[in-house]
């Protein structure tokens, strides 16, 4: 099912559970120049997830798309789309797969078009009009015929996703795809795999280490740190914590400060410019405003904080980065 997030981008839900596993690895290792860069890696997509795959630079997101499309071979494990072994039963593998693996390369002195025309050529009995058609759904119709080496990093990793689209896939593996861009031409990519995901009914898997950009188009993330996937699930899921985070203004700090102190569901207080940052048990904000009234004191606001992946990702990350 579809339906709409509230920055209005398109995101899938599933209500049965039934669906068809897209994505299916299991136990997958990969030591890299003596060093365990992948780690008995588990990982489930499902037919219509926008799945994310997260973690920060160096946790291992590019070399695990590299095996999943069999361009590197893992030590251990198995790595399965729709339903097909990636190492015996390749072209059924990747049937209808379609990726970006980091940059995506062109030839600079031909056309957006002509550069397609190269890689439609791996797939004979493609209709004559499918190369306008992605580049159209893309929005690079007007500038198909200019050479690419003066196309802007927007229009090359958008051109990128085009090339991805060529053999009409149902899957489609994106390795960082708004890696670069500024935050117009984010949206712009963020957007473009929604409607893709919503008009063409593509599963998508997105790498990235921007938490905020994944939070916005998935509907399921992974986690991956140093190697080893930390958690997987729907977004929602992973947001739903036994405390809350609110934020009180007050003039009067030290001596709510002082209160809270005394307050048992109360667990962690932080002084923030004209106010306080409290963290509580959840659903206890209320009883925070009565115990405050209680005492005699009244604060100018009380806000909650919404849990973002972001804030999910440092409690399990540390924050750090994998490269060390
Ligand atoms: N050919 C190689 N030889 C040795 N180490 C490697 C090799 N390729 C990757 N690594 C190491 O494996 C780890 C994971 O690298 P990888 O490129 O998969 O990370 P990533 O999550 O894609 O990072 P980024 O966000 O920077 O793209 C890193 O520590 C990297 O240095
Ligand atoms: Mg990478």
Redesign the pocket.
Known sequence: MLNVNKTGNKKVTHLSGTEKNVIEVRGLSKT??G?T?IDNLNLTVKAGDIYGFL??????????IRMLLDLIHPDRGTVKLNGFDIRTDFKKAVERVGAVVETPTFYPYLSGYNNLRISARLYPGLPDNRIAEVLEMVGLSARADDKVGTYSLGMRQRLGLARALVNCPRLVILD?PTNGLDPHGMKEVREMICQLALEQDITFFI?S?LLNEVEQVCNRVGILHGGRLLTEGPVPELLQTDSETIELGTSEEKEVLEILKGIAYVKAVQMSSGGLIVKTEKGHSAKINEELGRRGVFVNYLLPRQNSLEQYFISKTGGGK??A
């Open positions: 890299l120049g060093k860069v973690g920060p630079n160096g946790a291992g997101k590019t070399t695990t960082e790498s280490h994998s490269d």
